[in-house]
Structures are given as structure tokens and as C-alpha cells.
T-cell receptor, first 111, second 111 residues
Framework: DVKVTQSSRYLVKRTGEKVFLECVQDMDHENMFWYRQDPGLGLRLIYFSYDVKMKEKGDIPEGYSVSREKKERFSLILESASTNQTSMYLC??????????FGAGSRLTVL | GENVEQHPSTLSVQEGDSAVIKCTYSDSASNYFPWYKQELGKGPQLIIDIRSNVGEKKDQRIAVTLNKTAKHFSLHITETQPEDSAVYFCAASDSNYQLIWGAGTKLIIKP
């Protein structure tokens, strides 16, 4: 069964802390994505990557960075967490063709 | 850029009845329209998709229709069952990498 695994399901951090959200996929997919999900706003793309060491900004990249050192792993980094970054974060991967496989999500609360 | 509007935000139907969720999009160049279902505690999962060269697609109890002239597409679920309760997202894309998402519809199936 193919999987996208997000290592942390729930995190609570303080304002100003550096936060790492990790995502690993076992499907040998080239493309990986980080989305943010907020009620009433759907899914908004933060960053995506279609190859190792490649990254592209999505619609809301401000305050975030990403790292893709290996094909299977795509990390989202909040350099200095703020309360408005409290949200559900979803990682996804695809082989192309638009079909995304999502992880279960990481719910981040910034106090 | 593309904008996708999804209605209604919440839909409550009696078990066994049909449910219809509608999305409109703004970019006439969009050519791929997937629907994802998100169950509680899980990431979204693709349930059906349609490309712009097709007007309707069915898969058992679910169907999607596309009206390119009016720029809207709809998800139809017949004979609803309790396991259909979830949040449903539509999306539109003119490439295989970036999807623009609707805000989501919470479908409640009443016993």
C-alpha cells in the first residue's frame, strides 16, 4: 500500500520557534507538495518540488521554506513560527497526471 | 489566475438520497477537474476526476459532470450511505502540477 507519511500528527510550538515538518513517501514519486488547510479556505499550496533539490513557490510561501535533499523526503520549515501559522499542514506526492496522494496531516498550534 | 468556487459549504441529506456539489472555475484554459474526499483524521483522497474532453464520468454511485461553456462541474453521489460523510474538495488545473482548490463541502448523511 503506497504511503505518504507525516512524522508529526500534532505539534504545539511557541511563537518564534523553528519548526520542522517532515514528509516521506515510498512511491518513488518525483513531485512533492506542501499544502496548508484552513476552514473555508480549502487547500492552499505553500511549496512544491518536482525533483531532488528543486523547489518552487506556491501561492502562500511567505514565512516558510522547504528542503528536498532526497527524492523520498520533503521537509517544510517555519523559521520563526507565528500564531497565524496555526493550521493543518498536508504533504502530498504525485507521479504526474494530477493524482495526489496525501499524508494524514500535521496539525500545528503556535502559542 | 484560476479561481474555484464550491457550493454548498455544508450539505445534509437523508441516507439513501442523492447529493450534488457544484464548483465553478474562472480560467477557460483549465482542463483537469478532480474531486477529493477527506474523511476525519485523514488526508484527502482522489475519488473521481474528469478531463475537459469528456462531459461526464461515472464510477458506481459517484459521477462528475462538466459544462465547459458555463465553466462549472459537479459531483453527484446517489444512494448515499453513512460512509459518504466527509469533506469533499473540487479542484481545477491547466497543468499537472498546480491544482486550485475549492473551499470544501462538508457532507452529512442523516440516518
Amino acid at each position: 500500500d503506497v504511503k505518504v507519511t507525516q512524522s508529526s500528527r500534532y505539534l504545539v510550538k511557541r511563537t518564534g520557534e523553528k519548526v520542522f515538518l517532515e514528509c516521506v513517501q515510498d512511491m518513488d514519486h518525483e513531485n512533492m507538495f506542501w499544502y496548508r488547510q484552513d476552514p473555508g479556505l480549502g487547500l492552499r499550496l505553500i511549496y512544491f518540488s518536482y525533483d531532488v533539490k528543486m523547489k518552487e513557490k506556491g501561492d502562500i510561501p511567505e514565512g516558510y521554506s522547504v528542503s528536498r535533499e532526497k527524492k523520498e523526503r520533503f521537509s517544510l520549515i517555519l523559521e520563526s513560527a507565528s500564531t497565524n501559522q496555526t493550521s493543518m499542514y498536508l504533504c502530498a506526492s504525485s507521479l504526474g497526471g494530477g493524482v495526489l496522494t496525501f499524508g494524514a496531516g500535521s496539525r500545528l498550534t503556535v502559542l | 489566475g484560476e479561481n474555484v468556487e464550491q457550493h454548498p459549504s455544508t450539505l445534509s441529506v437523508q441516507e439513501g438520497d442523492s447529493a450534488v456539489i457544484k464548483c465553478t472555475y474562472s480560467d477557460s484554459a483549465s482542463n483537469y477537474f478532480p474531486w477529493y474526499k477527506q474523511e476525519l483524521g485523514k488526508g484527502p483522497q482522489l475519488i473521481i476526476d474528469i478531463r475537459s474532453n469528456v462531459g461526464e464520468k461515472k464510477d458506481q454511485r459517484i459521477a462528475v459532470t462538466l459544462n465547459k461553456t458555463a465553466k462549472h462541474f459537479s459531483l453527484h453521489i446517489t444512494e448515499t450511505q453513512p460512509e459518504d460523510s466527509a469533506v469533499y474538495f473540487c479542484a481545477a488545473s491547466d497543468s499537472n502540477y498546480q491544482l486550485i482548490w475549492g473551499a470544501g463541502t462538508k457532507l452529512i448523511i442523516k440516518p
